[in-house]
């Protein structure tokens, strides 16, 4: 990755970009703005479709948990879960997917 700024001509950027490099655009006169990354589109695209693909996932973990506290608790007499409960299930499931 390089960085620019991006006062330069923008074809030497983009033609970088196209190539597969990653362009940082750094704004450090302005505190306002955040540093910016350039990729191609196809790269955007994959990037979401793997962060939906990880949402998916996570919900798909959250139901699986909810539904097994669920059986569980229909075994043991306990049918009724507290909020604070599937909170702490939520927290739970939510710190196994930060991993």
Known sequence: MFSVKLTQDFKPIAERVTNGEKVLISCPKNENLVNLVVITEEEYNKLEEMRKEQKRKSGERL?????????????NGTDNMTLEEINDIIAEVRQGTQR
């Not at 139901?63 to 075994?75: C, G, M």
């Open 63 to 75: 139901l699986k948990v909810i539904e097994e506290t669920q059986r569980q608790s229909v075994i």
